[in-house]
């Protein structure tokens, strides 16, 4: 990367990495400057940076899990899942003396809601901001000082933004001030969604009762700018044995960096522009996906990557149709209406959500412990 910044000016502002940086140059260099060497570290040390005392601590990139972490969430998951169905409140004065920032500078509804209610599930006290630039913005203020004044009120930050780097932005502004608290990717942009890659983990894992080598993922429709295709690519990738295929017209195939990524891992990567007819029988698992028209582009959606109701049966004995949602046309109408289907898995999928981020906000505040054997001495 070039060390010079070059900035966009917009109603004289200077924005840069699709973050805005004030409105005087001097400064707004020297900042982005700073930023700028500390992504410009190797991959190693910005994970090294996300770990406090031996632990996870921001919450950013799929590529920062591993097997043993993903398992910590998925079992607290499903031990939150399990104390709250037998009506039992105490896990809700687990994290009461916590506060968090839901930050979402982009659209979202169940990323949010779900966020929301976990929150709500372990007793933390919660506030949303849903545009940081009415406010700041007008009055010059950068990004990053903003960023550090509000964090300075909570216990932990939730962010979602358009920007590829905002996560890293986060953690670099946490780092430079006194009070670096966590900070968990609700989604950056077009690369990144590890918490949905964790809820759909948890889903793949509860569908599979563990089993997860060798398994095929068929990944469907916008795999070059679907977020959240990136991040259970990169888990899965984890697995030995597993299995990709990419299926999308060439524009929206799967990014050279995410398929570099997982080949080098042992995932074996097949893109493909056939009819996804012609592959569904190979799947364990099929991730649909919608045209993320919001960055450019065409919306319109390919016929021959639809997933229709014949499908279903095409689909191998146990196999599971996914799709992190919201949805349009990429899956036949009819197959909303079918009750309990066993394969058909959105539905689930979305209310895992929930269960997955009390686990990982558990996690994060150190309190998972507490909760899975609350569960292992209500099973007794
Ligand atoms: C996804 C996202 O925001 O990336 N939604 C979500 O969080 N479940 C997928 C999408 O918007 O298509």
């Not at 269960?355 to 309190?367: D, I, N, P, T």
Request: charged fraction near 30%; aromatic fraction near 12%.
């Amino acid at each position: 990367m070039k060390n010079s910044i070059e900035f966009s000016e917009k109603e004289g502002g200077f924005y840069w990495g699709n973050i805005y940086w004030g409105k005087n140059k001097k400064v707004a260099e020297f900042d982005a400057k700073k930023f700028k060497e500390f992504i410009n570290q190797s991959p190693e040390e910005i994970k090294q940076a996300c770990y406090k005392e031996g632990r996870l601590n921001h919450i950013i990139r799929a590529e920062h899990f591993d097997l043993s972490f993903l398992e910590t969430i998925c079992e607290t998951a499903r031990a939150a899942r399990k104390v709250a169905k037998l009506e039992d409140k105490s896990i809700k004065k687990l994290l009461s003396s916590k506060s968090v920032l839901n930050f979402f500078a982009q659209p979202s509804q169940r990323t949010f809601l779900s966020f929301s209610l976990a929150e709500a599930h372990l007793g933390m006290r919660r506030e949303e901001v849903r545009d940081i630039r009415t406010s700041s913005f007008s009055k010059g203020e950068s990004e990053k000082d903003s960023l550090r004044t509000i964090s300075s009120y909570f216990d932990a930050l939730v962010c979602r933004n358009p920007s590829d780097i905002y996560d890293l932005f986060a953690v670099w502004v946490m780092k430079n001030s006194d009070r670096e608290i966590p900070v968990i990717n609700a989604g950056s942009g077009k690369r990144e969604h590890p918490t949905q890659g964790i809820l759909d983990y948890y889903t793949v894992r509860e569908s599979f009762k563990g089993e997860l080598e060798g398994r095929t993922f068929v990944y469907v429709g916008d795999c070059a700018r679907g977020r959240t295709v990136h991040s259970l690519a990169k888990i899965m990738a984890l697995h030995k044995g597993t299995e990709a295929y990419f299926i999308a017209p060439e524009e929206l195939q799967i990014d050279e960096e995410t398929e570099k990524y997982i080949v080098e891992r042992g995932t074996k990567v097949f893109k493909e522009t056939k009819p996804l007819k012609e592959l569904i029988n190979l799947a364990d698992v099929v991730y649909m996906t919608r045209i993320q028209d919001e960055h450019g582009g065409e919306g319109e959606y390919n016929q021959d990557y639809v997933f229709s109701l014949e499908m279903l049966e095409l689909m191998k004995e146990g196999s599971i149709l996914m799709h992190p949602m919201p949805k349009r046309d990429e899956i036949d109408p009819r197959i909303d209406y079918l009750k309990k289907h066993p394969k058909v898995m959105y539905w689930r999928q979305q209310r895992n959500g929930m269960w997955a981020r009390v686990a990982l906000l558990a996690y994060v505040f150190g309190v998972d412990e507490q909760i899975r054997k609350h569960y292992q001495r209500m099973k007794v």
